[in-house]
T-cell receptor
Framework: AQSVTQLGSHVSVSEGALVLLRCNYS??????LFWYVQYPNQGLQLLLK??????LVKGINGFEAEFKKSETSFHLTKPSAHMSDAAEYFC??????????FGAGTRLFVKA | EAQVTQNPRYLITVTGKKLTVTCSQN?????MSWYRQDPGLGLRQIYY???????DKGDVPEGYKVSRKEKRNFPLILESPSPNQTSLYFC????????????FGPGTRLTVL
């Protein structure tokens, strides 16, 4: 069974600074990989996903993630944080076709 | 507007009183799923459905039931709620699961006293 580890339950950055949110998955087989974002009092929405092909995936709001098979990682980055990026971010991996495993989430704080 | 709706959004109930949380999607998606979100644990899958009359357990199915009699609806039933089921619940849908983006409802905050 798959597992997903998000390092750091809370990350704090200054506005304009680099955002790096870490995600590692357990399978040695390249899976499908997702990042979702949850703004306060809302459901989750898709930021980006990796299915195949280019290992650098661009998403909404300036976010991107790079799939690194050798490191079993799919870290999320944004060059310059904005106050509106404050939210909780979840990495997710399908498990066995129809199940989905989510990481524990990382809450991003952006300081003015 | 394409959306997943859940009702109620907030519910406070007492131990043992049966309740149903409804979920409906208007995107003709085949796949629907229920998750619970707890602090520090992320989202954990309760049940999912690949199509009408086809459901299966996720990672935390104990104490929950589901049914999928129509494609658009996927209610979550707690027949005898207990305090450890106090949580934030999300319904989601997608075309077919797996590689497809899931669309989430706004959530239902349940408190069981």
């Amino acid at each position: 069974a798959q597992s997903v580890t998000q390092l750091g339950s809370h990350v704090s950055v200054s506005e304009g600074a680099l955002v790096l949110l870490r995600c590692n998955y357990s399978s040695s087989v390249p899976p499908y990989l997702f990042w979702y974002v949850q703004y306060p009092n809302q459901g989750l929405q898709l930021l980006l996903k990796y299915l195949s092909g280019s290992t650098l995936v661009k998403g909404i709001n300036g976010f991107e993630a790079e799939f690194k098979k050798s490191e079993t990682s799919f870290h999320l980055t944004k060059p310059s944080a904005h106050m509106s990026d404050a939210a909780e971010y979840f990495c997710a991996v399908p498990d066995g076709g129809f199940k989905t495993i989510f990481g524990a989430g990382t809450r991003l704080f952006v300081k003015a | 507007e394409a959306q997943v709706t859940q009702n109620p959004r907030y519910l406070i109930t007492v131990t043992g009183k049966k309740l149903t949380v409804t979920c409906s999607q208007n995107m003709n998606h085949e796949y629907m799923s229920w998750y619970r979100q707890d602090p520090g644990l992320g989202l954990r899958q309760i049940y999912y459905s690949m199509n009408v009359e086809v459901t299966d357990k996720g990672d935390v199915p104990e104490g929950y039931k589901v049914s999928r009699k129509e494609k658009r609806n996927f209610p979550l039933i707690l027949e005898s709620p207990s305090p450890n089921q106090t949580s934030l619940y999300f319904c989601a849908s997608s075309w077919s699961g797996g590689p497809d983006e899931q669309f989430f409802g706004p959530g239902t905050r349940l408190t069981v006293l």
